[in-house]
């Protein structure tokens, strides 16, 4: 049996980003870190409490997330998960192989790990990250 990639983020796009935050703090309890024009001025979302040290949920079975610009790619328009992968580039072969394929350039996520998108058979866009700490 090969080795499961765990889910380990989410992300949702948004036409008004404050908006967004202001919601899922209303509704759900979750607090929200606005990360700067380097980072695309993404939001990081924390639903669990989270180790300072390793920016990690601290009980198992649970992610945090982050929010992001919706844009005109329909690719960005839905919500996305995230998997964690121990080798990103075998990761990618793998995904073409079976029939995905590759959406954008690998970027590095300072502190996180190394991040790419893929597309897979049915058109939805999925992270792939391979973290620094794994």
């Known amino acids: 049996m ?7 983020h989410f992300e949702i796009s948004g036409d008004d980003k404050a908006r967004m935050v202001k919601f ?14 380097e980072m695309g001025d ?4 924390q ?34 998960i995230v998997i964690a992968v121990d080798n990103l580039n075998e990761s990618m072969e793998k995904v073409k192989a079976a029939g995905g394929s590759i959406h954008g350039e690998v970027q590095e996520i300072p502190g996180y790990g190394t ?3 893929i ?6 866009r999925i992270g792939l990250m391979q973290p620094n700490m794994r």
């Open 115 to 117: 991040f790419v998108s």
């Open 2 to 8: 090969s080795t499961m990639n765990p889910v380990v």
């Open 47 to 80: 639903t669990t409490e989270t180790d300072p040290a390793t920016s990690m949920p601290k009980e198992p079975a649970r992610i945090n997330g982050g929010f992001y610009q919706r844009t005109k790619d329909p690719q960005y328009k839905y919500p996305s």
């Open 42 to 45: 993404y939001i990081l979302v």
């Open 24 to 37: 899922y703090q209303s509704a759900f309890g979750w607090q929200a870190q606005q990360l700067g024009a």
């Open 119 to 124: 597309i897979d058979t049915e058109g939805n």
